[in-house]
């Protein structure tokens, strides 16, 4: 069992014991949604649990992204149970997210569920003989969910629901987890934290529209919250002390070549759709160092300098079409989540001392662009 994180406010009276203790920064992560590709994200926290250095101060997610987050969450949770009291949270963080995925190569996932209902309206014929993933697509457009899965039948909430002890998740203090759904009939983001982190959250937040029948919750209806905030950034800034945010990408900013197939046109699609709100915010928050730098807002408590940093798992997984995020193939998790490990390692090799003094990546560059830049 690794030993307990130390605290990076507390004073060290030895010399000796100051030397040898490591340097400790503290986090915000940032989780975008992806589906099963979520599974690398799985890789880069199980690796980021296993170093003594990182405090985890904040956490959001939308998405897939939301459904790690709260399993990570619900390590620390069992925490303050009587039961798990003596146990390091960061142990039981990485094996309630190995639970899960498990669960989720268990049951199939959201792949199985799609081709199931394909198979139905075609009368049982094999889906993958009359082009497989191009004609789910294509039916998706004749029928809505509210016809084709008429009871709303979703196996991850069944999973979560056994996996997740939500009542413990809304007494957590710390790290404080914020979950992004979209409201339908604003289209607006709303962000779930606390006592309103609940199950029915967590579905909302994973809602695809085509599949299955938007969530309630208050009477109001949602969807996934990638179409809004993926991931949600601002709880970030607001509600938690870090400055550095480290997002894990896992939805490509840039293609090398133009999409020319019908499903690679719509892969590309969806990374964009996905990456939309994640780009506006990244905007904000440049507007606002930028601000700071020319001495036109004062760095403090209205608003702070914030770092980012990105681990990217977008580049990493280039080769994997976005059409895999409804697979749960065993074999494709698992290198999934390896690829996560590695990309977290060489991260955290090039980047750990830059925390709390620099962002390590080049906000106008990958996310403003062209677009004008001027405070003045």
Known sequence: MNNPVPDPNTPTDAQDTQDTQPAVRSINLALQGGGSHGAFTWGVLDTLLLDNRIRIDGISGASAGAVNAVALANGYAQVAQKDFASDDPRELARASLARLWRGVTGIGGLGALTQGVVRLLLGNWHAEHLGGQILGNAMSRWISPYQANPLDINPLRKLLDEQIDFAALARLASPRVFVSATHVRTGRADIFSGKRLTLQAVMASTCLPNIFQAVEIDGEAYWDGGFSANPPLVP????????????????????????????????????????????????????????????????????KRLYLHRIDGGAAMEDMPASGKLSTDTAMIERLFEMGQSSAKRWLASNFDALGRQSTINIRRDYVGNMPTSTR
């Open 236 to 303: 970030l800034i607001n509600a938690c002390e870090a400055r550095d945010i480290v997002l894990v990408q896992i939805n490509p900013l840039q293609r090398a070549q133009t999409p020319q197939t019908p499903q690679e046109i719509m892969d590309r699609i969806n990374e964009l759709t996905f990456n939309a709100s994640l780009l506006a915010q990244m905007r904000d928050i440049d507007f606002i160092n930028r601000l700071i730098d020319d001495g036109r807002l004062q760095d403090g408590d209205s608003y």
